[in-house]
């Protein structure tokens, strides 16, 4: 539908005055900008948000909520603009993009709260449900000693909710937040100052008495049930350690401690919560900073004749299990402070000794009788002795078996062997497998097989292969094959309906950040865009492998890359980082309102961001005017073009269209609208027919031939044509005898925003030959990648997001299609000459149409 000029100006009526303002219309092409502007920002948010899924990325929570507040301001910008345009007609669009909004923050603020505990617990208590309340570690032995039946040295743990109740007591937990929120992981430098902060934050603050009591209680328990009061060895077990991840050596622990020091040494197991090493894993391992808590073991020390790691799957991949060893103490087992016995024990068949190295050991940690730990020679007798024997593998190697069979993966176990000969359990946690080593990685192209295509924007990596399905219109994507490489000259958010089928996707157009883009990385789809030539180099049914990691589409299957063409696995897909960007992007990226013509593409449909971002681009199109059959006002600030062409012209600037110093006339040189510049090239550089004649009173009377003409019905257009610019917008109203068209631009450097309209009405001819010219008309701009419907003598087409070189090539090409047709229909007598002048136009001035 097109709106007349009369109407529009209507809309720019002041109440005092009644007069239509330039001014009016600078306000109105001034929300149409800002919003663009704002939809291009709202992509790239979106596409930034996306490209996170990939793990190629190091981002926290922070990001997550800097990019969601950006969003929310972009939205609710192109929201209001939207609203400018149209005079507050969309306030239900408003009202969706608060829901949405509100939904997305709501995401970001869930949080794991702390469950409320006895601020002390015993192991018997303990299994691994009990992660929340406890710590990874903590409820890990706990599930071995009573569901594994392993040993275990027992003792009792400090809850997380311990944790929450120091913090409680000393008003720490805002001021943590607070200080937490000052760094980011692109920060580093800050991360050692916030560190500090928050470890004096922890040291200087009070014990709660209720705590303290507690710790004292659980130990008298402990002394009560061993018969003895033990040194204690006490060690971190935050929330989430020694479960997906390990946090493996960033926290502190302490071994051999007298009983008097459990409170100061839980203060610094606490502290040890904000190392700059601990909170950098943290924050690299996607964990919210808010919900850090900590949970402390506090265990019997034990006298530990050997002590050392059992992996219960070799880390490269062979059926057995790696057990290493040394002398005293396990800190330096896994310390590397001394190199280790190192047992491999094949499990078939069970126990087999496939590999022993013996090492040279000349240390090793001791207790000390008052407290404390040091370092002491090895006797020399044992120096290069084994540390087991026969007996203490086979039992190690028991448990492996046992604990795979419960936990059903590899785990990673801490033991140690005291004087009297029994084996103890002192950690356990899954155990990080290496990925089988990968072949060598492909060249960037891959030998024998022909690279067609080699060029482009790579929008979502990944290898295809399939046989090509070129896609000009909607009509081709119905019965779109399973396995199809979809290939079209631009990109449209339709697409989508194939995309289950799809294998790859290619374009000669379109933008990294536009609708589809995004909708291909939804669905994981290999896509290159901005070939530039894909739809002329590929073959209908031809079978092509897409190479989207090194940009390459080859001709023929290429197996070696089909084989090796799955993206590597996330390995902080499990994160909480993650799990809340997955749901971000739920909220914000689909795209469910994709056809504008279908009655549900309206504001209360609206179920994503992306939703929001594409209704409101799309009516803004539609509320940005388009003249047609009536004249401007004298109280608008119009200028004459000065032109040799029979045409009349006025313009109006609404800002950077035209040369600054001009009086009522300016020469086609002092214009600087790039569309213009661009529409004027092709109008002049066509042959016109004739000039105005001397004394005919109107440009109409040269296309007014024949009575039969006006028998028809039709009325002369007025020979005034108006045009309305800026430095990139250009909204031409043509009026030559009876035919009047349309040509609205936009062209810069942003894809997205690119776009050409076209509207055609008229003819002085029969019915039969203005419907021919349509026909016409329509040939030729499909070839030019338009978007069209025709009905009788009318066409409304658009293309739009190709690169400004490429819009400004098509409206040049549509200048002098505007001229080559003006006269047509008196000599479109037949359909041959129809198809005859067709052929003409395409090879004389598209290049490769014919």
Request: proline share 6%.
């Amino acid at each position: 539908m097109v709106i007349s000029l009369k109407n529009v100006l209507k809309r720019f009526t002041t109440p005092s005055s009644g007069k239509r303002t330039q001014a009016a219309l600078a306000e109105r092409y001034h929300h149409f900008t800002r919003l663009l502007s704002a939809n291009n920002q709202v992509l790239v948010l979106l596409t930034d948000l996306e490209e996170k899924l990939s793990g190629d990325y190091i981002f926290d929570f922070q990001y997550l909520r800097a990019t969601v507040a950006q969003i929310a301001t972009e939205t609710l910008t192109l929201v209001e603009a939207l609203n400018g345009l149209g005079h507050n007609r969309y306030r239900n669009l408003a009202e969706s993009a608060q829901r949405i909004l509100a939904e997305l923050r709501e995401v970001l603020q869930e949080r794991r709260e702390i469950p409320v505990a006895p601020l002390v617990m015993g192991y018997d208590e303990l299994s691994l449900n009990d992660a929340q309340t406890v710590g990874g570690k903590n409820a890990n032995l706990g599930e071995v000693q009573n569901r594994v039946g392993l040993p275990v040295p027992g003792g009792f743990v400090v809850s997380s909710y311990a944790y929450k109740v120091f913090l409680d007591y000393n008003n720490l937990s805002e001021r943590i937040v607070e200080t937490l929120g000052l760094w980011s992981l692109e920060d580093l430098d800050t991360l050692a100052r916030v560190s500090d902060e928050l470890k004096d934050m922890i040291l200087s603050a009070q014990v709660p008495p209720e705590l303290e009591e507690a710790m004292a209680a659980g130990y008298q328990r402990l002394a009560a049930a061993l018969g003895r009061r033990p040194l204690l060895a006490m060690r971190s077990s935050a929330v989430g350690e020694d479960l997906t991840y390990t946090f493996a050596g960033q926290y502190v622990t302490f071994l051999n401690l007298p009983p008097s020091e459990m409170t100061a040494r839980y203060q610094d197991i606490v502290a040890s919560l904000f190392t700059p090493r601990a909170l950098f894993y943290y924050k690299n391992k996607g964990f919210k900073e808010e919900e850090m808590s900590m949970g402390v073991a506090v265990m019997p020390m034990i006298e530990a004749r050997v002590s050392g790691v059992l992996f219960t799957h070799h880390p490269d991949g062979q059926d057995s299990a790696l057990i290493n060893a040394v002398w005293g103490l396990g800190k330096y087992a896994v310390g590397g402070q001394v190199n280790p016995d190192q047992y491999v024990v094949a499990y078939d068949p069970p126990g087999r000794m496939v590999e022993r190295l013996i090492a040279h050991k000349p240390v090793m940690l001791v207790n000390r009788p008052e407290g404390g730990v040091e370092e002491a020679p090895v006797p020399p007798e044992k120096v290069e002795a084994p540390c087991l024997g026969d007996r203490e593998v086979a039992e190690l190697m028991r448990w492996a078996a046992l604990l795979e069979a419960h936990y059903g993966k590899p785990q990673d176990v801490e033991w140690s062997l005291d004087d009297a000969g029994r084996l103890w359990l002192l950690q356990s946690r899954q155990l990080k497998m290496a990925s089988r080593k990968a072949a060598e990685p492909p060249p960037r192209t891959v030998k024998g097989y022909p690279v067609l295509l080699d060029q482009g924007a790579v929008v979502c990596r990944g290898v295809g292969a399939g046989p090509v399905v070129m896609v000009k219109s909607e009509r081709d994507l119905k019965n779109f094959p399973e396995g199809g490489v979809l290939v079209a000259r631009n990109t449209s958010p339709k697409f989508v309906t194939v995309m289950p089928q799809a294998a790859a996707i290619l374009a000669d157009a379109g933008s990294p950040t536009g609708h589809m883009a995004i909708l291909a990385r939804e669905f994981r789809i290999p896509t290159i865009l901005l070939t530039g030539n894909a739809t002329k180099v590929l073959r209908p049914g031809q079978e092509v492998t897409v190479d989207a990691n090194y940009n390459n589409v080859y001709e023929g299957i290429v197996p070696e890359l089909v084989e090796a063409g799955a993206p590597p696995k996330n390995d902080l897909a499990d994160t909480p980082v993650f799990q809340t960007l997955r749901a971000l992007i739920k909220k914000a990226v689909p795209l469910n309102l994709i056809n504008p013509g279908d009655p549900c593409f309206a504001p209360e449909n609206c179920r994503t961001v992306h939703d929001v971002v594409r209704f409101a681009h799309e009516y803004s199109m539609r509320e940005m005017f388009q003249l047609t059959d009536h004249d401007f006002e004298s109280e608008l600030d119009l200028v004459d073009l000065d032109t040799d062409l029979p045409l009349k012209v006025r313009l109006l600037d609404l800002g950077g269209g035209l040369k600054r110093g001009f009086r009522r006339k300016v020469r086609p040189e002092q214009i600087y609208s790039v569309p213009f510049k661009a529409f004027y090239a092709g109008l002049i550089a066509m042959r016109w027919p004739q000039a105005k004649p001397e004394g005919v009173q109107s440009l109409a009377s040269v296309f007014v031939n024949t009575a039969e003409q006006v028998a028809q019905g039709a009325a002369p257009y007025r020979d005034q044509s108006y045009v309305i610019l800026s430095k990139n917008y250009m909204n031409f109203s043509v009026r030559l005898g009876y035919h009047l068209s349309n040509v609205e631009a936009y062209i810069s450097d942003q894809v997205n925003d690119n776009y050409i309209t076209f509207h055609f009405k008229g003819g002085g001819s029969t019915p039969e030959r203005r419907e021919r010219r349509t026909r016409l008309i329509a040939a030729i701009i499909e070839h030019l990648d338009y978007h069209f419907t025709r009905k009788g003598d009318i066409i409304d087409a658009r293309v739009s997001k190709y690169r400004p070189e490429e819009m400004a090539r098509r409206l040049t090409l549509l200048g002098k299609l505007t001229v080559y047709t003006k006269q047509l229909d008196m000599v479109l007598f037949s359909e041959g000459i129809v198809d005859w002048y067709i052929k003409d136009f395409l090879q004389e001035h598209v290049e490769g149409a014919a």
